[in-house]
């Protein structure tokens, strides 16, 4: 069946630092792809999407790619802030179901 | 102001007492879901429904039943919960038109201990 990886974490970083969290997936089909984020307490909100090969989303400074070759949706920023700290989830969608990867959580120091 | 709401948001019960959890949008979406948050496993599908009295299992729906009566509310019912359903739980709806593409609004969570 349709899955999703994503690394492991917690990943902590310096403010200003570069971030990437990978993605990979499996799945039949042309799934869409989607990267949501989690703040302390609150549900899930999404960051970023994308619906076909080589659609790169972009939102808030983060941005990912399809890269339906690889089978990956990495997550990229240039530099983190202290207010990006949160849990990013990678997300695949084909259909009327969505699967989640595990959650990468992300710490920033000031 | 465009929400999922769900009730209650903490729950501590003991097995075997039936329990709902209602999950309610005011965004005339016709696509929601459920979901179960564990640690390392990330959120697990439980089920969803593509619009009134349409509901269809996710990937983790033994122990769960759910109903789809009105557009804007999807209760989780546990008939008969046990200690492996407690759980951080979420509500999330979308439009249902290009489901696979569009984006889905959660709600705030509902935090589940079954004693």
């Known amino acids: 069946g349709d899955s999703v990886t994503q690394m492991e974490g917690p990943v902590t970083l310096s403010e200003e630092a570069f971030l990437t969290i990978n993605c990979t997936y499996t799945?039949?089909?042309?799934?869409?792809l989607f990267w949501y984020v989690q703040y302390p307490g609150e549900g899930l909100q999404l960051l970023l999407k994308a619906t076909k090969a080589d659609d790169k989303g972009s939102n808030k400074g983060f941005e990912a790619t399809y890269r339906k070759e690889t089978t990956s949706f990495h997550l990229e920023k240039g530099s983190v802030q202290v207010s990006d700290s949160a849990v990013y989830f990678c997300a695949l969608s084909g259909g009327f179901k969505t699967i989640f990867g595990a959650g990468t959580r992300l710490f920033v120091k000031a | 102001e465009a929400q999922v709401t769900q009730n209650p948001r903490y729950l501590i019960t003991v097995t075997g007492k039936k329990l709902t959890v209602t999950c309610s949008q005011n965004m005339n979406h016709e696509y929601m879901s459920w979901y179960r948050q564990d640690p390392g496993l990330g959120l697990r599908q439980i089920y969803y429904?593509?619009?009134?009295?349409?509901?269809d299992k996710g990937d983790v729906p033994e122990g769960y039943k759910v109903s789809r009566k009105e557009k804007r509310n999807f209760p989780l019912i546990l008939e008969s919960p046990s200690p492996n359903q407690t759980s951080l739980y979420f509500c999330?709806?979308?439009?249902?038109?290009?489901?696979?593409?569009?984006?889905?609004?959660f709600g705030p969570g509902t935090r589940l201990t079954v004693l």
């Open positions: 999330a709806s979308s439009r249902a038109r290009d489901a696979h593409s569009n984006e889905q609004f």
């Open positions: 429904s593509m619009n009134v009295e349409v509901t």
């Open positions: 799945a039949t089909g042309y799934p869409s």
